[in-house]
């Protein structure tokens, strides 16, 4: 059974850091590009970090410098490291693989 499962989230000050992760199973996890979206509330979801099989890593716009996504093929995860949070991050962050979706883990970031 092919199955994303996103872990890491929670309520973080603003300029506060978090670690999400996502543990996969049932694929070859090395043969395929991963992402990070997310949706804030009564938004669309967004592209926010894409690593490739080979390790290529793109962001959008306003996560660059602030996000880093990474994999570790042995684990089977990919992480996104978020450093100096804003209010604005706040949403549920999904982890994709091309067809397939995690449930999210939900990132707040508030005083």
């Known amino acids: 059974q092919v199955q994303l499962v996103e872990s890491g989230g929670g309520l973080v000050q603003p300029g506060g850091s978090l670690r999400l992760s996502c543990a996969a199973s049932?694929?070859?996890?090395?043969?395929?590009?991963m992402s990070w979206y997310r949706q804030a509330p009564g938004k669309e979801r967004e592209l926010v970090a894409h690593i490739t099989s080979g390790g290529s890593t793109n962001y959008a716009d306003s996560m660059k410098g602030r996000f880093t996504i990474s994999r570790d093929n042995a684990k089977n995860t990919v992480y996104l490291q978020m450093n100096s949070l804003k209010p604005e991050d706040t949403a549920v962050y999904y982890c994709?693989?091309?067809?397939?979706w995690g449930k999210g883990t939900l990132v707040t970031v508030s005083s």
């Open positions: 049932g694929f070859i996890f090395s043969a395929f590009a």
């Open positions: 994709n693989r091309i067809n397939i």
